[in-house]
């Protein structure tokens, strides 16, 4: 079992910025490919950013492109997501999740490909 703990979102105006972190236990936490997703209401859920294995990646969905910045560091067992210039159209819950690397290729943007999952951090941006 992988735990995964989401931390840092809030409420700001639109064109501040949050940083979130999500923080794993249980599991050799390099073995686990990382993502980032959020749903908002009424929405689907939806791929923010990820990387594959320990190393490949990020990789940004396009409406993130330039503006949020995924990272990690193993030795902490965490990810974090850097949002820069946030939009209304931002306001989620944002969710990490982890899936197990074997070597083999997944698409990373595919939510039902991980297998463990945070329990979301509110992110509302205000106009």
């Known amino acids: 079992q992988v735990q995964l703990v989401e931390s840092g979102g809030g409420l700001v105006q639109a064109g501040d910025s949050l940083r979130l972190s999500c923080v794993a236990s249980g599991r050799t936490f390099s073995n686990y490919g990382m993502g980032w997703f959020r749903q908002a209401p009424g929405k689907e859920r939806e791929f923010v950013a990820g990387?594959?294995?320990?190393?490949?990646?990020?990789y940004y969905a396009e409406f993130v492109k330039g503006r949020f910045t995924m990272s990690r560091t193993n030795a902490n067992n965490a990810v974090y997501l850097q949002m820069n210039s946030l939009k209304p159209e931002d306001t989620a819950v944002y969710y990490c999740?982890?899936?197990?690397?074997?070597?083999?290729?997944?698409?990373?943007?595919?939510?039902?490909?991980?297998?463990?999952w945070g329990q979301g951090t509110q992110v509302t941006v205000s106009s």
């Open positions: 999740a982890a899936k197990y690397y074997s070597g083999r290729y997944y698409p990373v943007s595919v939510a039902a490909e991980y297998d463990y």
């Open positions: 990387i594959v294995g320990s190393a490949d990646g990020p």
